[in-house]
T-cell receptor, first 113, second 113 residues
Framework: GQQVMQIPQYQHVQEGEDFTTYCNSS?????IQWYKQRPGGHPVFLIQ???SGEVKKQKRLTFQFGEAKKNSSLHITATQTTDVGTYFC?????????????WGLGTSLAVNP | DVKVTQSSRYLVKRTGEKVFLECVQD?????MFWYRQDPGLGLRLIYF???????EKGDIPEGYSVSREKKERFSLILESASTNQTSMYLC????????????FGEGSWLTVV
């Protein structure tokens, strides 16, 4: 069945280092979304990418959608302790229904001050 | 701002009890979801609804039922709670099939003893 895989599962970095998480879908996606969940919190929408090869930036965060629309990445430049949390990618199912999303298992980021 | 409100933040229930988790959204969203989140297992969809009185099974519907009598309200029911249903439950909603960004509630931490 359709799957979305995220790597790495965990990442520890020193504050100021860069961080990247990768998302790979088994099928082409119409769009991909990224969410962040702080420890003890709930997932919060960050961004949606729709176009092949699209790149979007939010301050120190850079999001890319692959040319084939099957993979995506989130890169954080110069991490801060406020970046701690779990980052999820998600894309619509291919079952003729865009209402449901298939989720990656998430990448948990820890930042040492 | 979209508001998804879950009625209970923390609950402790006994094995065999019937448990109701209530969720209300205030943005006239068509779609509502119940997810379960466990460490290492990501977000797993239990049920979702795209209209009043309409529901579809997600990935792990066994042991659960749902009710959507009004557009803004989506209830998750554990017919006979078991210890393996101890988890965090997240309610979520999204506008339509094409506007499928998901907004989550704060979560309900359920412990079954």
């Amino acid at each position: 069945g359709q799957q979305v895989m995220q790597i790495p599962q965990y990442q520890h970095v020193q504050e100021g280092e860069d961080f990247t998480t990768y998302c790979n879908s088994s099928t082409t996606l119409s769009n991909i979304q990224w969410y962040k969940q702080r420890p003890g919190g709930h997932p919060v929408f960050l961004i949606q990418l729709v176009k092949s090869g699209e790149v979007k930036k939010q301050k120190r965060l850079t999001f890319q959608f692959g040319e084939a629309k099957k993979n995506s990445s989130l890169h954080i430049t110069a991490t801060q302790t406020t970046d701690v949390g779990t980052y999820f990618c998600a894309g619509p199912t291919n079952a003729g229904n865009n209402r449901k999303l298939i989720w990656g298992l998430g990448t948990s980021l820890a930042v040492n001050p | 701002d979209v508001k998804v409100t879950q009625s209970s933040r923390y609950l402790v229930k006994r094995t065999g009890e019937k448990v109701f988790l209530e969720c209300v959204q205030d943005m006239d969203h068509e779609n509502m979801f119940w997810y379960r989140q466990d460490p290492g297992l990501g977000l797993r969809l239990i049920y979702f609804s795209y209209d009043v009185k309409m529901k579809e099974k997600g990935d792990i519907p066994e042991g659960y039922s749902v009710s959507r009598e009004k557009k803004e309200r989506f209830s998750l029911i554990l017919e006979s709670a078991s210890t393996n249903q101890t988890s965090m439950y997240l309610c979520a909603s999204s506008f339509t099939e094409t506007r499928n960004t998901i907004y989550f509630g704060e979560g309900s931490w359920l412990t079954v003893v």
